[in-house]
């Protein structure tokens, strides 16, 4: 079955620190893999996609890897802000126009 | 002002009544999407439009129609006949329906049932 499973569901960090958010898939075939942030009530805004042969993606403080072999990816936020809190959702391309969702981890950062 | 449009943010209805929910795009894209959130739970897909006058069922169609008369708008008809429609509802559109194509999502309409 075709899932994407992000890991933890949330997290608190005091502004200016770093965190690291994880997602594992079992989808296939794979296409791509796209992090959006997500804030409460908004749309999803996409931060990166990364296709198969790509391991390493920046978009400013945020910076997506990607684990084609083990499946996994991570998204780095360095030097978060007040403005980092909310949704990162995960989603993987699985071909024939297909997304699979992640749940998202719930990110807060305080001050 | 480029982007998406979904209206109304909030909407209420009393069970048994359908429901119409709007999206307008004017990026110019070929596709459309409509996707239903739930709280711990990842995006579902309702229904997709790859053109105009053609849409497909996604994962969770029950209940649900479309219509694709415009290439700017994708509207969503929530029937009495879904049975949790209560829920956050996304549109989103891309260029075209490939893989690696970028969707880009409205702001979200919050649909109450009682």
């Known amino acids: 079955k075709n899932q994407v499973e992000q890991s933890p569901q949330s997290l608190i960090i005091l502004e200016g620190k770093n965190c690291t958010l994880q997602?594992?898939?079992?989808?296939?075939?794979?296409?791509?893999l796209r992090w959006y942030k997500q804030d409460t009530g908004r749309g999803p805004v996409s931060l990166t996609i990364m296709t198969f042969s790509e391991n390493t993606k920046s978009n400013g403080r945020y910076t997506a890897t990607l684990d084609a072999d083990t499946k996994q990816s991570s998204l780095h936020i360095t030097a978060s802000q007040l403005s980092d809190s909310a949704s990162y959702i995960c989603?993987?391309?699985?071909?024939?126009?297909?997304?699979?969702f992640g749940a998202g981890t719930r990110l807060a950062v305080h001050p | 002002d480029g982007g998406i449009t979904q209206s109304p943010k909030y909407l209420f209805r009393k069970e048994g009544q359908n429901v119409t929910l709007s999206c307008e795009q004017n990026?110019?894209?070929?596709?459309m999407y409509w996707y239903r959130q739930d709280p711990g739970q990842g995006l579902r897909l309702i229904y997709y439009?790859?053109?105009?006058?053609?849409?497909q069922k996604g994962d969770i169609a029950e209940g649900y129609s479309v219509s694709r008369e415009k290439k700017e708008s994708f509207p969503l008809t929530v029937t009495s006949a879904q049975k949790n429609p209560t829920a956050f509802y996304l549109c989103?559109?891309?260029?075209?329906?490939?893989?690696?194509?970028?969707?880009?999502f409205g702001p979200g309409t919050r649909l109450t049932v009682t």
């Open positions: 989103a559109s891309s260029l075209s329906s490939g893989d690696y194509y970028e969707q880009y």
């Open positions: 990026l110019n894209h070929d596709a």
């Open positions: 439009s790859q053109i105009v006058n053609d849409f």
């Open positions: 989603v993987v391309s699985g071909g024939y126009n297909k997304l699979i």
């Open positions: 997602c594992n898939y079992t989808v296939s075939p794979f296409s791509n």
